[in-house]
């Protein structure tokens, strides 16, 4: 039997601001206080050797943990995503509409893939809760 549980994603921000926007606006997640991930914990796992700022956002069955680092957008493609199951696919949709979010959308012909980019282009995928 496999015991491995999922306990959060961590991911990058430009901003709190942005974060905020993202995390308690569209995805409607409780903030934490931001703390300070001291430099050398930086340099050692991440190879940055600046202290960064850290807040987390939790729903009631996920959280992410958001670095707040500003870096310069590069033209690589990202691929890195997360995929959460939201309870009403159209109205998250329209929410993200409202708030400005980019979505993709595919039909492969058996089933529509949908993703939204956040305001500092990290990928989730979307898909339609089974418990709705």
């Not at 709190?16 to 300070?36: H, Q, W, Y």
């Not at 430099?39 to 850290?54: H, K, S």
Request: a negative charge; proline letters at 4%.
């Amino acid at each position: 039997m496999n015991k491995i549980q999922y306990i959060h994603t961590g991911i990058t921000s430009s901003c709190i601001e942005n974060a905020d926007r993202f995390f308690s606006g569209i995805l409607g997640m409780t903030k934490s206080e931001p703390k300070e991930t001291p430099a050398p914990v930086c340099n050692t796992l991440f190879g940055i050797q600046e202290a960064i700022t850290r807040v987390n956002y939790t729903g009631e069955q996920c959280q992410f943990e958001v670095f707040i680092r500003r870096t310069d957008k590069t033209d690589i493609p990202v691929i890195a995503h997360t995929c959460i199951a939201v309870p009403d696919l159209k109205i998250f949709l329209d929410t993200c509409r409202t708030g400005n979010i980019e979505i993709k959308e595919f039909n492969t012909g058996a089933k529509n893939i949908t993703f939204i980019k956040d305001y500092d282009g990290n990928l989730y995928e979307l898909q339609q809760s089974e418990l709705s």
